[in-house]
């Protein structure tokens, strides 16, 4: 079983960037495919950005499209969502997720998918 911990969230002003990191331990990690939600205060939790077990495929919400990168080190265990031109409306807590994929090419776009989770990290993007 694959423990997930976040990090990177904070406070940062409108057109700024940040990177989350979600580290992961207790599990194979190469073994995983990824992926980044967030929930905003009053809204239902929503997908950001899913990679690959190989890291190969990347899929990203429209909100976030061409703005964020989602990538992961396999050597250091961990995956990156970089997040640049942020926005107010990125504000949200950021959350990591992880399931064993059908494929090493496969990547999910629904929570129900996914089998692990981190306990978020707040992202507060001021305008």
């Known amino acids: 079983q694959v423990q997930l911990v976040e990090s990177g969230g904070g406070l940062v002003q409108a057109g700024g960037s940040l990177r989350l990191s979600c580290a992961a331990s207790g599990g194979t990690f190469s073994s995983y495919a990824l992926g980044w939600f967030r929930q905003a205060p009053g809204k239902e939790r929503e997908f950001v950005a899913a990679i690959s077990r190989s890291g190969g495929t990347t899929y990203y919400a429209d909100s976030v499209k061409g703005r964020f990168t989602n990538s992961r080190d396999i050597a250091k265990n961990t995956v990156y969502l970089q997040m640049n031109s942020l926005k107010p409306e990125d504000t949200a807590v950021y959350y990591c997720?992880?399931?064993?994929?059908?494929?090493?090419?496969?990547?999910?776009?629904?929570?129900?998918?996914?089998?692990?989770w981190g306990q978020g990290t707040q992202v507060t993007v001021s305008s």
């Open positions: 997720a992880a399931r064993r994929p059908l494929s090493s090419s496969s990547y999910y776009y629904t929570d129900v998918e996914y089998e692990y």
